[in-house]
């Protein structure tokens, strides 16, 4: 596609479900990022993909968060057992060099 | 760490000029972006910078001191629609991006 495509756009699930929000980068793009955004708030970075290499995963703040990245193209963010303060924006951004290039977000709720 | 450090709101008038200033850790530094983000929608690319110095590009410019870890985003002649949040972020060794908590931007008439 001509950009970065996530989905879903809105999630609303109760407390202690699971979820997977989806990242379809741009085609090519070597790089692949999750940041996360609660309300007012900077960008708060998860994981990054790059190529073929090991990703980096010092961002995720806890083991119910996980994040692969299948054929070096789209991503799955799998966030187990959803807790309240979970509940944020999740972008994905795509990149070949340099410049990251966003996705319009997966908003989550947790109820 | 790579702490970056950016005010976190300013405010300004139409027409004036604004600098925003950011500060970050040095040790793997390899270049610094400059996003705009618009409430509710995703970041935009506004200018990146690797050597030291001032890059122009319109009525936006950013400058570099890779010495002094700081950089700062220059907005001219602002207008209304300039009101946003600008997001500072250094990128290191591994090519990972760290973004600051953003500077909010209010221009008022």
């Known amino acids: 596609g001509a950009g970065v495509s996530q989905s879903p756009s809105n999630k609303v699930t109760e407390k202690g479900k699971d979820v997977e929000l989806r990242c379809d980068p741009i085609?090519?793009?070597?790089?692949l990022y999750w940041y996360r955004q609660s309300l007012g708030q900077g960008l708060e970075f998860l994981i990054y993909?790059?190529?073929?290499?090991?990703?980096?995963k010092s961002g995720l703040p806890s083991d119910r968060f996980s994040a692969e990245r299948t054929g070096g193209s789209v991503s799955t963010l799998t966030i187990q057992r959803t807790q309240q303060e979970d509940s944020a924006v999740y972008l994905c951004?795509?990149?070949?060099?340099?410049?990251?290039?966003f996705g319009e977000g997966s908003r989550l709720t947790v109820l | 760490g790579q702490n970056i450090d950016q005010p976190t709101e300013m405010t300004a008038t139409e027409g004036a000029i604004v600098q925003i200033n950011c500060t970050y850790q040095?040790?793997?530094?390899?270049?610094l972006f400059w996003y705009q983000q618009h409430a509710g929608e995703a970041p935009t690319f506004l200018s990146y910078?690797?050597?030291?110095g001032l890059e122009e590009k319109g009525r936006f410019s950013s400058f570099l001191s890779r010495s002094k870890g700081y950089s700062y985003l220059l907005l001219k002649e602002l207008q209304m629609k300039d009101s946003a949040s600008y997001l500072c972020?250094?990128?290191?060794?591994?090519?990972?991006?760290?973004f600051g908590t953003g500077t909010r931007l209010q221009v008022f008439p």
């Open positions: 951004a795509s990149s070949l060099a340099g410049e990251l290039f």
């Open positions: 085609s090519g793009h070597t790089a």
């Open positions: 993909f790059q190529g073929n290499s090991a990703p980096d």
């Open positions: 040095t040790s793997g530094f390899n270049g």
């Open positions: 910078n690797v050597l030291d």
């Open positions: 972020a250094a990128r290191y060794n591994t090519d990972k991006l760290i």
